[in-house]
């Protein structure tokens, strides 16, 4: 079963709108990081945004922000004031710690999102 | 500051060739290392990962094969390519400077087996 869940292959904005991208995620663990990355048409990955399972207050960088709604699984991002910049597909990720308490940082992957921003 | 390097950025092989790709840190030490392969609209599949020199744990049976020869140098490898080992491969680190965890991927390599 996928363990992340992103429902739209893609999403268009128009610049200076804010657009949401949504992401769901599947763990039985109670300790998990849920993550947020982007990729530009070159290919680099560049981390956004961070929500570990027991932060109490939704994160928040720059124009970023996660909408966290543990009860439902979900952890969309939030992109305010959408730039012409901002066009690229973006990854939901999440750790998940293994029987014996450590995860060694691995990450699994949603299949993406790719935003279009419309001048 | 922390620098991940890959090379080389794209590369063409003929199916039965052999492959080495190869990724080095700068700027951290004992870093946990990553090998990622995306496939063509697709996210990213762990392939391996290292916690230490000499330390390589497998993801997905494979093809492929990884080895850390240095602390901070991780190298991707193949005997035999396939057609199927056709993707973009990222490789990433960890450290203790990653205070939330997250991990931080190299420029990748375009590997294209025909």
């Known amino acids: 079963a996928q363990k992340i869940t992103q429902t739209q292959p893609g999403m268009f904005v128009q610049e200076k709108e804010a657009v949401t991208l949504d992401c769901t995620y599947d763990t039985s663990d109670p300790s998990y990081g849920l993550f947020w990355y982007k990729q530009p048409s070159s290919g680099e990955m560049i981390f956004l945004i961070y929500?570990?399972?027991?932060?109490?207050q939704n994160a928040t960088e720059g124009r970023y922000s996660l909408n966290f709604q543990k009860a439902r699984k979900s952890a969309n991002l939030v992109i305010s004031a959408s730039q012409l910049g901002d066009s690229a597909m973006y990854f939901c990720a999440m750790r998940e710690y293994d029987a014996g308490g450590t995860s060694y940082g691995k990450l699994t992957f949603g299949q993406g999102t790719i935003l279009t921003v419309h001048p | 500051s922390q620098t991940i390097h890959q090379w080389p950025a794209t590369l063409v092989q003929p199916v039965g060739s052999p492959l080495s790709l190869e990724c080095t840190v700068e700027g951290t030490s004992n870093p946990n290392l990553y090998w990622y392969r995306q496939a063509a609209g697709r996210g990213l599949q762990l392939l391996f990962y290292s916690v230490g020199i000499g330390q390589i744990s497998s993801e997905v049976p494979q093809n492929l094969s990884a080895s850390r020869p240095q602390d901070r140098q991780f190298i991707l490898s193949s005997k035999k390519l396939l057609l199927s080992d056709s993707g973009f491969y990222l490789c990433?680190?960890?450290?203790?400077?990653?205070?939330?965890?997250?991990?931080?991927f190299g420029p990748g390599t375009r590997l294209t087996v025909t």
């Open positions: 929500q570990g399972s027991y932060d109490q």
């Open positions: 990433a680190w960890r450290g203790g400077t990653a205070t939330k965890g997250e991990q931080y």
